[in-house]
C-alpha cells in the first residue's frame, strides 16, 4: 500500500560539491524520519600510504589529497611534523607560509562563492547559466580566483598540488620582487572582493538559524588560518596536540568517512561560521569593517551566510597577503636546520572549509610510523546532516524539486570537499512505498 | 603555413590524477610525449593538469590549436579504446570525463570559454577509456600499453582522425579503426 505521506528525497550524485556523494532524506508527515549524508570517501587511502614513508614526503603526498586545498593539507603536515621533531620556523618563512596559506583561501573561497554558491541565490542551475546573465560577476570571480592562484604559483612554485613547501620551510624562498609582482592584480583584487561582500550581502537567504558547537582555531593576534589553539563555542581550549582528548571519530554504517563528534557532546561545526563567529574581532582592518556594515548579529547562526562570511575572508586574505608581500624582506636560507629523530607531532589549520587536522608518530629515522588526519568535511558531516533535519519540516510542503535544490543548497553552505577529484553529476529522486519497499522513479 | 611553425603552436595538456588508477592516463601520456619532444622526435609545448576549468582555461586562452588527453569513463566501450573529440563542436558527454575540481572540469572549461571568446582556435581532445578509477588503483597494465602505442604514433593518431570527428555517438575510435594494440 502507499504512503502519500511519505516523502524520500535521494540525491544520489550532488552536484558542485567536491567529490563523491549522496543525499538520502525520508521524510513522514512533514517530520524528518532519517537524514543520511552518504560520503564514498576513498577510506583512508592516504593514512594508509603514508605509513612506511619518510615524514619529510609528507607534505608532498599529503598535497595530493585534495585538488583545491593541497596548500592546507601542506600546512598541517609540515606543522604537525616540526611539532614532532622540535622544529620552530620563523619570519620571514613563516609569514611566506601565511601567504601561501591566503592564497589558497582566495582561490578557494572565489570558486565557492562564484561558481558554486551564488547559483543558488540567483536562480542559475550554475556558473556557466549565470556567466551568461551575469558575465562581469563571473569574470569578476575568476579574476579574483586567478589572483589567488598567483600566490599559490610564486610561493607553492606551482598553481596545482605545490611543490616548495618542506619540513623546516621552503625548498626556496621567492625573492622580493617576484612577490611584489603579484601587488597590482591583488590590488585589484581586493576592490572586487569588496564589491562582492556588499553584493552576496544582498541576497535572499533562507530563514534558518541553528547553533551547534563551533569549533575553529584561534590565534592571539591572527584571524586564525596557520596557527592557534582549539577553540569552541561551549568552552573547548586546548593546543592541537590534544585533539584527540576531546574529539572523536565514530564509524557510521551507511558512509565510508568516519564522522567527528566533540567527546560526550556530539556534532560540531568547523569552516567560516566557526572561524567568524570566534575571531571576528581578528579580522583585518577592511574586512572588520566590512563585517560590521553588513553582519549585525553578534553570533551568525544562518548556514546560508556562510557565503557573506567567506566573501569577508577572500578580503581579509588579500589584505593579509597585500600587507606581508609590501613587508617581505628575504630571509638569510629558505629554511631552518634539524635532525630526524623518534617523536609524535599533531598540528590543526583552517583549511577553507574547515580545521584540518594531522598527527604522525616518527621512528628514530623519520619513517612514520601512523598518521591520522581528520579533513574538515568529516568533522562537519554531522553537523550538516543536523541542519536538514532541522531545515526540513517547515518547508515539507514544497514541492519535491524544490526540496531537493534546497538540501543541496544547505549542503553546499558548508563547501563540502568529500574526496578529491572525482564527481559524477547524476541527481535521482525516488518515492518510495514503504509498506512494500517497492521503489518508484 | 609551415610545419615547424605549426608544430610550434600546438599545445598538448594531459589531465588526470596519479592517485586514481586508469585517470592517470592523460598524465602518462603528457609525460611520455614531453619526453620525446624533447628527444626531438617532435616538436609542441606539453603541459600537465588536474583538470581544474579555471586552469585550463588559463592555459588555452589565445592558443591556437590544444590537444588535451583525459581519461574517459564510458561503460560502454572497452577500455583502452581512444576517442577523439572536437571540444569546439558541441557539447561533450557530461559524465564521461572523469576528473573534475568541484564539478569544474573540461566540460565546464569549454563552456565558460566560449561565453567569454577564450577558447583555442582549434581542441582536439583525446579521450581514453579507463575502467578502474578507485583511489590507490595503479594505472592498469593495459592501459598503460596503449598509452605508449599512441605516443609513438604521434602525431600521426591525430592526423589520421581528426578529420573524422564528431560528437560522443559517432567518435571514432583507433581500436575500432585497428589503430591500437
Known sequence: ?441 | MNESTEAAETLVIGIGNDFRGDDAAGLVAARALRSRSLSGCTSFEVCESNGSAFSLMDLWRGRGRVVVIDALDVGSRPGGDILILDGLQGPLPQDAFVLSTHAFGLKEAIDLSRTFSGLPKELIIVGIVGKQFAMGDPLSAGLAHVVQRMVSEWPRCLEVYVPAMNHVQGSKSLKENGNHA
Open chain 1, 1 to 441: 500500500m502507499s504512503d502519500s505521506k511519505t516523502k524520500t528525497i535521494k540525491v544520489n550524485y550532488l552536484a558542485r560539491v567536491e567529490g563523491e556523494g549522496a543525499l538520502h532524506v525520508r521524510m513522514r508527515k512533514g517530520k524528518v524520519e532519517d537524514v543520511q549524508l552518504k560520503i564514498f570517501e576513498p577510506p583512508r587511502f592516504f593514512e594508509a600510504f603514508l605509513r612506511g614513508r619518510n615524514a619529510l614526503e609528507a607534505p608532498d603526498i599529503t598535497a595530493r589529497i585534495c585538488g583545491i586545498c593541497p596548500v592546507a593539507y601542506q600546512m598541517s603536515a609540515v606543522h604537525a611534523v616540526e611539532y614532532a621533531l622540535g622544529v620552530t620556523v620563523t619570519e620571514p618563512l613563516r609569514d611566506l607560509r601565511h601567504l601561501l596559506y591566503c592564497g589558497e583561501w582566495i582561490e578557494s573561497h572565489a570558486l565557492h562563492v562564484y561558481m558554486l554558491h551564488a547559483p543558488d541565490f540567483l536562480g542559475f542551475q550554475d556558473a556557466m547559466g549565470m556567466a551568461k546573465s551575469h558575465p562581469k560577476a563571473v569574470q569578476m570571480g575568476l579574476a579574483i580566483k586567478k589572483a589567488g592562484n598567483s600566490i599559490v604559483s610564486v610561493v607553492g612554485g606551482r598553481e596545482v598540488h605545490p611543490i616548495n613547501v618542506k619540513v623546516g620551510g621552503f625548498h626556496r624562498a621567492p625573492r622580493p620582487s617576484e612577490l611584489r609582482t603579484l601587488l597590482e592584480p591583488l590590488q585589484r583584487a581586493l576592490a572586487m572582493a569588496v564589491d562582492t561582500v556588499r553584493w552576496v550581502a544582498g541576497f535572499s537567504f533562507p530563514d534558518f538559524d541553528r547553533e551547534p558547537e563551533f569549533v575553529a582555531l584561534r590565534h592571539p593576534t591572527e584571524y586564525p588560518m596557520c596557527e592557534g589553539r582549539v577553540v569552541s563555542s561551549q568552552g573547548i581550549d586546548i593546543d592541537a596536540v590534544q585533539f584527540d582528548d576531546h574529539f572523536t571519530e565514530i564509524h557510521v554504517p551507511y558512509t565510508n568517512a568516519l564522522h567527528s563528534v566533540v567527546k560526550g557532546r556530539g556534532a560540531y561545526l568547523t569552516g567560516p561560521l566557526a572561524r567568524f563567529n570566534l575571531n571576528r574581532q581578528r579580522l583585518a582592518t577592511t574586512a572588520r569593517g566590512l563585517a560590521d556594515e553588513v553582519i549585525l548579529e553578534s553570533v551568525v547562526k544562518n548556514p546560508f551566510k556562510s557565503i557573506v562570511i567567506r566573501s569577508i575572508e577572500i578580503v581579509h586574505a588579500l589584505e593579509e597577503s597585500i600587507r606581508m608581500i609590501e613587508n617581505y624582506r628575504e630571509a638569510p636560507a629558505s629554511s631552518v636546520p634539524f635532525t630526524l629523530h623518534a617523536g609524535e607531532g599533531a598540528a590543526a589549520t583552517e583549511a577553507p572549509r574547515g580545521l584540518l587536522y594531522h598527527r604522525y608518530r616518527l621512528s628514530e629515522d623519520g619513517t612514520i610510523l601512523d598518521a591520522k588526519i581528520i579533513p574538515p568535511t568529516s568533522q562537519n558531516q554531522k553537523s550538516i546532516e543536523d541542519d536538514l533535519r532541522d531545515l526540513l519540516p517547515s518547508r515539507a510542503a514544497l514541492p519535491k524539486g524544490d526540496l531537493t535544490h534546497l538540501c543541496e543548497q544547505a549542503i553546499r553552505n558548508h563547501d563540502p570537499c568529500i574526496s578529491c577529484a572525482t564527481h559524477f553529476l547524476r541527481l535521482e529522486i525516488h518515492d518510495v512505498e514503504p509498506s512494500d519497499g517497492t521503489v518508484k522513479p
